[in-house]
């Protein structure tokens, strides 16, 4: 089953805009994960934020991780035409035998140019 | 192209045939895990391994479901007596033993079941 949620479920925006995703999540969490996948294809690993931390940032992406409210927001700023994709956070259970990643039901964003 | 491969790209079947999907993980990656994805969902976790050793397996992993890693390199994962609701993508991913816990994926073995 699916760990949460992502909001919105899709996205629009236009070239040069920034874009803000969302993901809840249900359990206690070692760190959580955000995963870009193109169409068809598979998952590519953007960006990891640990329990401990608040704020990461790599390149134009912008994460944030808030425990106490069980969410997380993916920010990407000046979007690009390449940026369309489908967007899944991912949580690593505080269980440190496990290893699997629970993901998000996905945000699919589209650039226009 | 992250570097883990997947045989076939693409599997159509009729109900009830057995099928089997081949994982090619980065080589130095100890740990292999499976996961299943359908139209508009996110992957859902199937079985992983460490090595040669099955450590952890969904609940979603029936027993029509069997995954293996003989040699602790190359996996398969086989479903027998398939049926419709198996029709999805099947993702392998891997990661080093070492180091944090993001995941390499390949691109998937669409499997379609008539």
């Known amino acids: 089953s699916q760990q949460g949620e992502e909001d919105p479920q899709a996205l629009s925006i236009q070239e040069g805009e920034n874009a803000t995703m969302n993901c809840s999540y249900k359990?206690?969490?070692?760190?959580l994960q955000w995963y870009r996948q193109n169409s068809g294809r598979g998952l590519v690993h953007l960006i990891l934020?640990?329990?401990?931390?608040r704020e990461k940032h790599s390149g134009r992406l912008r994460v944030t991780l808030d425990t106490s409210k069980k969410s997380s927001s993916l920010l990407i700023t000046a979007s690009r035409a390449a940026d369309t994709a489908s967007y899944f956070c991912?949580?690593?259970?505080?269980?440190?035998?496990?290893?699997?990643?629970?993901f998000g039901s996905g945000t699919r964003l589209q650039v226009q140019p | 192209d992250t570097g883990v491969s997947q045989d076939p790209r693409h599997k159509i079947t009729k109900r009830g045939q057995n099928v089997t999907f081949r994982c090619d993980p980065i080589?130095?990656?100890?740990?292999l895990y499976w996961y299943r994805q359908t139209l508009g969902q996110g992957p859902e976790f199937l079985t992983y391994?460490?090595?040669?050793?099955?450590?952890?397996k969904s609940r979603l992993l029936s027993d029509r479901f069997s995954a293996e890693r003989p040699k602790g390199s190359f996996s398969t994962l086989e479903i027998q007596r398939t049926e419709q609701g198996d029709s999805a993508m099947y993702l392998c991913?891997?990661?080093?033993?070492?180091?944090?816990?993001?995941?390499?994926f390949g691109p998937g073995t669409r499997l379609t079941v008539t």
């Open positions: 991912a949580t690593r259970s505080m269980d440190m035998g496990r290893r699997a990643l629970t």
């Open positions: 359990t206690s969490i070692n760190n």
């Open positions: 934020i640990r329990s401990n931390e």
């Open positions: 080589s130095e990656h100890n740990r």
């Open positions: 391994f460490q090595n040669e050793a099955q450590l952890e």
């Open positions: 991913a891997s990661s080093p033993l070492a180091g944090a816990s993001e995941q390499y």
